[in-house]
């Protein structure tokens, strides 16, 4: 790697032209300035995202692709496939990066050969605001649920073999199947301790899923990742019977306090 490698930005688009500016202009107000923007356009119906976006595309530093609807994922790797960057970062058109993040990935994938992923810190922005507490990256700990967003910095070398982002998951999950795809090769990854992304919130399609929603999801990361999770099949073992125990534990609290209530109110 080079000096100063080329970043390749890679934002999908669906109608979200009211919030595009933003994403850019975190972009372009960088301290570190060896980027390129690419704009996924995923199937947009809106007037004034597709108006934008064909003004966009006359930008030097911008090119937009227009493609059918297809999810995120198709998007990313549509996007990925044409950067020209070593280094890739997705970034969603309703979000925005602080100005020092590429600059702090750069500096760390430069020291630390054995990196696959840089993430950092993050805060809510919008109808919300506060810090996104998300735990810190541990392994084997991310095999129980991810704590890495998808606005993280990763080798185009490394998409690339493990055949990318899976399409199937459509708007969900892609992430946490990817970063566990990346880590099966070896890589490891790093967290830096800012506050250096900046996460929308208020305007999400998506809804909470209930439990029996995730199981589905859960079992579909499992067997995209067997070999990981079998090598480590110790640990999701200790980890089933600590959450059990502590259920049990919980379990009688809540009668030892069901007896004091009926103990009150007799």
Known sequence: MGNFPLISVIIPCFNYGRFLHEAINSVINQTYKNWEIIIVDDGSTDEFTLNLL????????????????????????????????????????DDKIHPDYMSSAVELFKDKSDLGIVYCRANFFGQKSGEWKLPKYKFPDILLGNCIFVTSFFYKKDWISVGGFDETYLDEWEDYDFWLKIIALGRNVYQIDKVLFYYRKGHESRAVKKEKELLPLYKKIYLSNKALYEQNVGFILESYLEL?????????YLL??????KSIFK
């Open 54 to 93: 064909n003004e966009l595309n006359y930008e030097r530093f911008i090119r937009v692709l227009f493609i059918e609807n297809g999810g995120p994922s198709k998007a990313r790797n549509i996007g990925i496939k044409e950067a020209h960057g070593e280094i890739i970062l997705p970034l969603d058109a």
């Open 244 to 252: 059990r125990e502590e259920k049990l534990k919980y379990s009688s």
């Open 256 to 261: 030892n306090f069901k007896k004091i209530l």
